[in-house]
Nanobody, 117 residues
Framework: QVQLVESGGGLVQAGGSLRLSCAAS????????MGWFRQAPGKEREFVAG????????AYADSVKGRFTISRDNAKNTTYLQMNSLKPEDTAVYYC??????????WGQGTQVTVSS
């Protein structure tokens, strides 16, 4: 099992920045890809960004390309999401997740990001 804990959420004005962190513990010796997802009130959870085990491959939702950057530090068992130029529509609960096979099997509890206009 892998346990994931997100941090770094908060309230920020439009145009501002936040950096989310996701600390992993447990069976972290297994190679796993990481992803960030978000869920806004009344909406389905959506993919935001993903990164491979090595960090050499990343993917982003169109809505965040050029504004968000995912990265990881395997020595610290931590994955990051740097969010710049935030918009009110980025307001959501952000979740990190770990994937060993084809699906994300382990999820954190989420951290709230609120962007005011």
């Amino acid at each position: 099992q892998v346990q994931l804990v997100e941090s770094g959420g908060g309230l920020v004005q439009a145009g501002g920045s936040l950096r989310l962190s996701c600390a992993a513990s447990g069976r972290t010796f297994r190679p796993y890809a990481m992803g960030w997802f978000r869920q806004a009130p009344g909406k389905e959870r959506e993919f935001v960004a993903g990164i491979s085990w090595s960090g050499g491959s990343t993917a982003y939702a169109d809505s965040v390309k050029g504004r968000f950057t995912i990265s990881r530090d395997n020595a610290k068992n931590t994955t990051y999401l740097q969010m710049n130029s935030l918009k009110p529509e980025d307001t959501a609960v952000y979740y990190c997740a770990a994937r060993v096979g084809t699906s994300y099997d382990h999820w954190g509890q989420g951290t709230q990001v609120t962007v005011s206009s």
